[in-house]
Nanobody, 123 residues
Framework: QVQLVESGGGLVQPGGSLRLSCTAS????????MDWYRQAPGKQREFVAS???????NYAESVKGRFTISRDNAKNTVYLQMNSLKPEDTAVYYC?????????????????WGQGTQVTVSS
């Protein structure tokens, strides 16, 4: 069994900062990319940022220069540092990990999702 748990969401004023965390646990052989997505009310889930096991990053244009993704491979944890937050950043933020389980065969990469954490940017 594999579980992803996010934390760090909350209410923040425009211009403020938040740091999200997501930890993967369970029978994990290896983790490829770890990503963040978000879904605002009435909108489709959208990509925010990704980080490969090799350190390559990718960001949505809307967050470039404001958000930073990082990870601690030893802890199977990915972070999202969000600065200069705007009201349009308000959404539920989801963590995704593309990983290989250690208890299944063949060893294939599959996506796993966290339950989401709410981020609200409002004055």
């Amino acid at each position: 069994q594999v579980q992803l748990v996010e934390s760090g969401g909350g209410l923040v004023q425009p211009g403020g900062s938040l740091r999200l965390s997501c930890t993967a646990s369970g029978r994990i052989a290896s983790i490829n990319t770890m990503d963040w997505y978000r879904q605002a009310p009435g909108k489709q889930r959208e990509f925010v940022a990704s980080l490969s096991s090799g350190g390559s990053t990718n960001y949505a244009e809307s967050v470039k220069g404001r958000f930073t993704i990082s990870r601690d491979n030893a802890k199977n944890t990915v972070y999202l540092q969000m600065n200069s937050l705007k009201p349009e950043d308000t959404a539920v933020y989801y963590c995704n990990a593309n990983l290989v389980r250690s208890d299944t065969w063949p060893r294939i990469i599959s996506p796993y999702w966290g339950q989401g954490t709410q981020v609200t940017v409002s004055s």
